[in-house]
């Protein structure tokens, strides 16, 4: 007991997270004097020195001192960061009017009857978004932003002007969300440009935008998105919560954020799902969940997540019904195929021959005869030549790669037939298992991990192995949760309601409920009917 009390101690007399230590951290701190060191003073040349410290000599960093109006009792500085700040629009519409503008003595006169940094902010400067602060913090978080801050002599507070013009990539394709019919346009790495494609999908006034920034070091703006009436409150609630929790150095790219909120960290399957495309993350949010956007990546999250997603496409919604749901079956079908075909080969080729057809096993023999392995290890070998291949063309440049990934494929497949390494049948179902796995890319880091217990299983207790490795990864989907919701939902637990959605597609016109899964207030989408002719 006593040594618990000494450590809890120890932690009262830690630092803030992200804060250097120093001798002066033991003694409570004073708030007035905080409050004061923090403020901007009405000194131009204390503000300049003190922000100079804060930024410690980084080259980046402009200090731009001028004359307001050509009088020298008037001293101004821009603080601003080179390459973050479009240059044009801050010489035009901030340094012409306050330096040149200025001069003309009827605005002098003018100016006369006001306070110059209202007058600044209110008449003079053609800026479309103004900001005035006096806390030391907020001037150096506006400028770290891409923000223009102007600091007047005799006055102590600052002017933030919006004048952001970094480059940043053109709206695209996304290359891993490619349809045939259907938008092409995707997200790219500037935030503003995200909300702007997803405010073109939903033109609706409830469309909420809540925003808030994360990491310690980079402070990285997030901001996630909801349809207010559509989404159930305590959904939003919840993960207003787990954002506001993260406590972390710095958010580079949204997997971070899929890290820090998801239900089952330790799960290979995902409950946080992602997508690059407007018009997905638009009708994911129309059905109630939640979008979450991070600056500086093209990957937008949604939550809730669920196993049926994978399944789905959003040129399903597109394009007629009957083929659509025929699609959905041969996804059905390759997942079946990416999982199962090595495992099932193992079993049936080194615990159960007897079920295989004799030409089948004949055939098969001679293609094994010479081979030094037992099957598993075949499987395993291939599986792990496959998996390099995949990776060497993912990883290289796009010509090279493709190159690698078919060359490469082609010539060890034939030299480790030639070479009595592998058999025939065993190059032929690892290859059927790999073309089945890239139909179902959103699954691309589940399949081979679930597809390896699976063959482990299989290798020890055959058929009956399989079956109980199956029976372990169904009951662990089971117990899974997205935010709340079932991570098999609609299918178990079973809702019949929302089945016209995940094993077949329904036409457009019967679609008029929104998945009750997440609790939604506003459960009806439409009330559209069947459409027929007009009778005469």
């Known amino acids: 007991m006593l040594k618990k009390l000494k450590k809890l ?43 100079k410290e804060r930024f410690q000599g980084s080259v980046d960093i402009v200090f731009r001192e001028f004359k307001v109006g050509f009088d020298p009792n008037k001293s101004a500085a821009l603080i601003y960061i080179d390459g973050l700040v479009k240059a044009e629009s801050m010489n035009a519409t901030i340094l012409k009017p306050l330096m040149f503008d200025f001069a003309r003595e009827e605005l002098w006169q003018e100016l006369n009857q ?35 801050a102007l600091l007047l002599d005799s006055y102590n507070s600052a002017l933030i002007f919006d004048s952001k013009g970094f480059e940043g990539r053109a709206i695209l394709e996304p290359a891993t969300e490619s349809v045939v019919r259907g938008p092409r346009e995707g997200f790219n790495e500037r935030l503003g440009i995200n909300l702007s494609l997803l405010r073109r999908k939903i033109t609706n006034e409830n469309l909420i935008l809540e925003q808030l920034n994360l990491g310690a070091r980079t402070k990285t703006t997030v901001c996630f998105a909801y349809l207010s009436g559509v989404v159930n409150e305590k959904l939003v609630n919840e993960v207003r919560n787990r954002l506001q929790r993260i406590d972390i150095d710095g958010i580079l790219e949204s997997g971070y954020i899929e890290q820090l909120i998801e239900d089952a960290p330790v799960s290979i399957f995902p409950t946080v799902g992602n997508t690059e495309k407007p018009d997905i993350l638009a009708a994911k949010l129309l059905e109630g969940r939640i979008g979450i956007f991070v600056d500086g990546t093209p990957i937008a ?15 399903d919604y597109y394009s007629r019904p009957y083929f659509v749901t025929i699609v959905r079956w041969l996804r059905i079908v390759s997942l079946i195929f990416a999982l ?38 075949e499987v395993f070998i291939m599986g792990m030549i496959f998996e390099i291949l995949r990776e060497a063309g993912v990883r290289m440049p796009r010509p090279i790669g493709q190159a690698v990934s078919i060359v490469g494929g082609l010539v060890i497949g034939e030299a480790a037939s030639k070479a009595s390494l592998v058999s025939d049948t065993v190059i032929i179902f690892v290859a059927l298992t790999g073309i089945a796995s890239f139909v179902i890319p959103s699954l691309g880091d589940v399949i081979p991990l679930s597809r390896l217990f699976l063959i482990t299983w299989a290798s020890f207790l055959g058929i009956f192995g399989l079956l109980m490795g199956s029976m372990v990864l169904f009951i662990h989907l089971t117990k899974l ?24 597609k329904a036409p457009a016109w019967a679609l008029n409920t929104r998945p009750r899964l997440f609790g939604a207030w506003n459960s009806i989408r439409g009330r559209s009917t069947r459409p027929s002719p007009k009778k005469k």
């Open 9 to 51: 101690k120890e932690l009262k007399k830690l630092p803030a997270y992200g804060q250097p230590k120093t001798e002066s951290d033991s003694r409570p701190p004073s708030n007035e004097s905080e409050t004061e060191v923090n403020k901007l003073t009405s000194l131009l040349t204390t503000n300049l020195t003190v922000l």
């Open 114 to 148: 006001h306070n110059l940094l209202t007058f600044i902010r209110d008449y003079a400067v053609p800026n479309n978004r103004v900001q005035e602060f006096s806390q030391l913090q907020d001037v150096i978080d506006s400028i770290l932003r891409g923000n223009v």
């Open 301 to 315: 999250l949604t939550v809730p997540y669920l196993l049926v997603e994978a399944l789905q496409s959003s040129e």
């Open 340 to 377: 199962y075909l090595p495992a099932l080969y193992i079993a049936i080729q080194s615990f159960h021959p007897d079920l295989i057809p004799t030409p089948l096993l004949v055939s098969m023999a001679k293609s094994r005869e010479g081979i030094p392995f037992p099957a598993y290890v």
């Open 481 to 504: 949760r997205s935010f709340g919701v079932p991570y098999l939902a609609p299918l178990a637990p079973a809702n019949l309601d929302d089945w016209q959605d995940v094993l077949v």
